[in-house]
Nanobody
Framework: QVQLVESGGGLVQAGASLRLSCAAS????????MGWFRQAPGKDREFVAA????????FYAESVKGRFTISRHNAEMTGYLLMTSLEPEDTAVYYC??????????????????WGRGTQVTVSS
């Protein structure tokens, strides 16, 4: 098993940047793909970005492409989501997820077995 803890959320104004971190423990992080999802009030959890175990392959939702960057540092057992040009529509609880069952990371919540508890991101207009 792997345990995930997100941090770095907060309240920012539109146009600002935030970097979320996902600290992993329990097993070697390089064995897992990592993903970021978000859930706004009253909405379903949605895919944001994913990165494969080595960091060579990344995937993004269309709504964040060009603004968000996913990365990882396996030696530090940490994944990151750099969010720039934030918009009020980005307001949500952001979750880190991990999984090792497939050759490439998935883009649905059902593709991930391990989840953090989330960190709140609020973007004011």
């Amino acid at each position: 098993q792997v345990q995930l803890v997100e941090s770095g959320g907060g309240l920012v104004q539109a146009g600002a940047s935030l970097r979320l971190s996902c600290a992993a423990s329990g097993r070697i992080l390089s064995a897992f793909h990592m993903g970021w999802f978000r859930q706004a009030p009253g909405k379903d959890r949605e895919f944001v970005a994913a990165i494969n175990w080595s960091g060579e392959n990344t995937f993004y939702a269309e709504s964040v492409k060009g603004r968000f960057t996913i990365s990882r540092h396996n030696a530090e057992m940490t994944g990151y989501l750099l969010m720039t040009s934030l918009e009020p529509e980005d307001t949500a609880v952001y979750y880190c997820a991990a999984d090792s069952r497939s050759p490439l990371p998935g883009t649905t919540q059902y593709d991930y077995a391990y989840w953090g508890r989330g960190t709140q991101v609020t973007v004011s207009s």
